[in-house]
């Protein structure tokens, strides 16, 4: 399938079919999907918590100003980034380096030492703040990625960030986890009755979108 139909035939879905659900086999391809995102340094530092349960997609609609696509959806994708990185967090994808790298054959302990050092200087030594926008940054780089993989398999799905992250925080216990949520991706099928999905898309002219030099 051509992308391009792929991406014109996506659309942020407001309505869900909630008869359709997807396949677990659907679910574990898009797990590889958005497990292949690049992340800054490679570390990953965030959880995708992937709710399928009927009663705590519910729990979750009020946290989301209502928009029902949080509950009518087949699974929402719970992007959660951590609340702050630990020596051990980087250490933890650093063996997962060294482990999966060890047969490569210009595998070296050594140089991915170095690698874990430049690291740890730089992200333990980032301003909280900072490291907090930057960590919620490699959510959406995940999230974009999903979206694409969703619309390929013709799966759709809703970006949003129309919800109070505290009180979802609380309801899946992020605190706990050091995680907080970003960003969700309610997924599944259109309802045949969401009128979003005959909409003209509308975006920026070329001119003013891009500058070739
Ligand atoms: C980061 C992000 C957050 C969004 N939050 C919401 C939301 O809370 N509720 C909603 O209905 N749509 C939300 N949208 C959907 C956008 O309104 C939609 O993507 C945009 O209008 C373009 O339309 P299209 O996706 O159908 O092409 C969000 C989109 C993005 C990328």
């Given at each position: 399938m051509n992308i391009i139909d792929s991406l014109n035939w996506r659309y942020a879905t407001?309505?869900?079919?909630?008869q359709r659900i997807i396949s677990d086999s659907d679910i574990d391809k898009l797990k590889e999907i958005v497990k292949l995102a690049p992340s800054s340094w490679g570390m990953q530092f965030y959880k995708i918590i992937i709710i399928k349960d009927n009663e705590l997609k519910q729990k979750l609609l009020p946290a989301a100003y209502n928009q029902n696509q949080v509950a009518d959806c087949s699974h929402l994708f719970v992007f959660c980034s951590l609340k702050k990185v630990f020596e051990e967090d980087i250490n933890q994808m650093i063996d997962e380096f060294h482990r999966l790298r060890?047969?490569?054959?210009?595998?070296s302990k050594e140089g991915t030492d170095k690698y874990a050092s430049g690291a740890k200087k730089s992200i333990l030594g980032m301003e909280p703040k900072k490291q907090s926008e930057w960590l919620k940054k490699q959510c959406y780089i995940a999230l974009g990625q999903l979206m694409v993989g969703c619309a390929d398999m013709r799966i759709d799905s809703c970006p949003m960030e129309g919800f109070k992250s505290d009180e979802v925080d609380e309801i899946l216990d992020l605190q706990s986890q050091n995680l907080t949520s970003v960003v969700l991706l309610p997924s599944g099928y259109r309802s045949e009755?969401?009128?979003?999905?005959?909409k003209t898309k509308v975006r920026k002219p070329n001119n003013l979108l891009f500058e070739d030099k």
């Open positions: 407001t309505k869900f079919d909630t060890v047969n490569d054959d210009n595998y009755d969401d009128k979003y999905q005959h």
